[in-house]
């Protein structure tokens, strides 16, 4: 039916961007491409949603640049400031993202999109949950109260995400334990990507840790999750947490390269890693000498004697 433009245009269009996303979804990846092209060029009510679809390929993909140069076209309609924020935080330029997600949400308070809004608060309390705890946990409690009354259980699962990232590298945190419900929860939902950006921060855990061999499982199971091609750049970004060589060449094309992002995903362990194990600040010690009215220690009273 599609093949043949027998439907009208309006309709048309809806069928090929939803194939498309099927496509996509089923890992037919150079089909999705076409089919979100050709309602691109078609320049129709779906046009934006489509070109947010060929940069989202493009990074899923791992080409950046392309994903980039799509992104700063495509405008509010298109949600170019949350598609930015997608591609500086695999970049480990969590600053960056969070400043994208944010100027994503203040347009969707703007044009009163609260499911919108409830994204890019899920995915800025994403990114600062591997720079600053304190800071995400406030970021984590606003995610929450923009999802009450909605049903998005993907952005549900990235706020819960968030707080496990929050909470990497504290022996304290049962983080092993709650990444297992998380990924039951996520393939039952069967939200693949949720699955996928969990292992990666169950790999950032396991780095903070320094666990040698957690990092090798964490890295087995994301090669299982991204085996399809999509996301396989993750498994770089657990290398580079890990400070580890990569096993085979990647064909990821990062925007200002390799060892610059590497360095910056080393630096967020390095810094979660110190954070842990910094010694809590000892509490003042309690003065139990008395003071006279005029705030000066009253002198003791000299030991008896005899």
Same mark, same amino acid.
């Given at each position: 039916?599609v093949d043949?433009?027998l /439907?009208?245009t309006?309709l048309?269009e809806m069928? %090929?961007y939803? /194939?498309?996303n099927?496509q996509r979804?089923?890992g037919?990846?150079?089909a999705?491409?076409?089919s979100?092209?050709?309602?691109?060029?078609g320049?129709?009510r779906?046009?934006?949603?489509? *070109?947010?679809?060929?940069? +989202? /390929?493009?990074?899923?993909?791992?080409?950046?640049?392309?994903?980039l140069?799509t992104?700063?076209t495509?405008?509010? &309609?298109?949600r170019g400031h949350?598609?930015e924020?997608d591609? !500086? !935080?695999v970049?480990g330029?969590? #600053? =960056?993202?969070?400043? @994208?997600? &944010?100027a994503a949400?203040?347009?969707?308070e &703007?044009h009163?999109i609260?499911? #919108?809004r409830?994204?890019?608060?899920a995915?800025?309390?994403f990114?600062?949950a591997?720079t600053?705890p304190?800071?995400?946990a406030? #970021?984590?409690?606003?995610?929450?109260?923009?999802?009450t009354g909605l049903n998005?259980?993907?952005?549900s699962?990235?706020?819960? %995400?968030?707080a496990?990232v929050? $909470?990497?590298?504290?022996?304290?945190?049962?983080?092993?334990d *709650?990444a297992? /419900?998380?990924?039951?929860e996520?393939?039952?939902?069967g939200v693949v990507?949720a &699955?996928a950006?969990?292992g990666?921060?169950?790999a950032f +855990?396991?780095?903070?840790?320094?666990d +040698?061999d957690?990092?090798?499982?964490?890295?087995?199971?994301?090669?299982?999750?991204?085996q399809?091609?999509a +996301? @396989?750049?993750?498994?770089?970004?657990?290398?580079?947490?890990?400070?580890?060589?990569?096993?085979e060449?990647?064909?990821?094309? !990062?925007l200002d390269g390799?060892?610059?992002?590497r360095r =910056? !995903?080393?630096a967020?362990?390095t @810094?979660r =890693?110190?954070l842990v194990?910094q010694?809590p600040?000892? #509490?003042p010690?309690e $003065?139990?000498?008395?003071?006279n009215?005029?705030g000066?220690?009253?002198?003791c009273?000299?030991?008896?004697?005899?």
């Amino acid at each position: 039916m599609v093949d043949a433009n027998l /439907l009208p245009t309006s309709l048309q269009e809806m069928s %090929i961007y939803y /194939l498309a996303n099927a496509q996509r979804d089923l890992g037919d990846s150079a089909a999705s491409r076409r089919s979100m092209q050709r309602v691109a060029d078609g320049d129709g009510r779906l046009a934006p949603a489509a *070109r947010r679809g060929l940069a +989202h /390929l493009a990074r899923l993909a791992g080409d950046f640049p392309t994903a980039l140069r799509t992104a700063r076209t495509l405008g509010w &309609e298109g949600r170019g400031h949350r598609v930015e924020g997608d591609l !500086w !935080w695999v970049q480990g330029d969590m #600053e =960056r993202a969070a400043t @994208a997600y &944010e100027a994503a949400r203040a347009e969707a308070e &703007e044009h009163g999109i609260a499911g #919108e809004r409830a994204i890019c608060q899920a995915q800025r309390a994403f990114t600062l949950a591997f720079t600053d705890p304190d800071i995400a946990a406030e #970021e984590i409690d606003l995610a929450e109260q923009l999802l009450t009354g909605l049903n998005q259980r993907a952005t549900s699962l990235t706020v819960r %995400i968030a707080a496990l990232v929050r $909470n990497a590298g504290r022996p304290s945190a049962q983080v092993d334990d *709650r990444a297992q /419900l998380l990924r039951a929860e996520a393939q039952v939902a069967g939200v693949v990507a949720a &699955e996928a950006i969990l292992g990666l921060g169950v790999a950032f +855990h396991c780095a903070v840790a320094n666990d +040698h061999d957690q990092i090798t499982a964490s890295i087995n199971r994301l090669r299982t999750l991204t085996q399809g091609g999509a +996301h @396989a750049y993750y498994i770089d970004i657990a290398h580079f947490m890990a400070d580890q060589p990569l096993a085979e060449p990647s064909t990821a094309r !990062w925007l200002d390269g390799a060892e610059p992002t590497r360095r =910056r !995903w080393r630096a967020l362990v390095t @810094a979660r =890693r110190n954070l842990v194990l910094q010694p809590p600040e000892a #509490e003042p010690q309690e $003065n139990t000498q008395p003071w006279n009215v005029v705030g000066s220690p009253v002198p003791c009273a000299p030991a008896l004697t005899g």
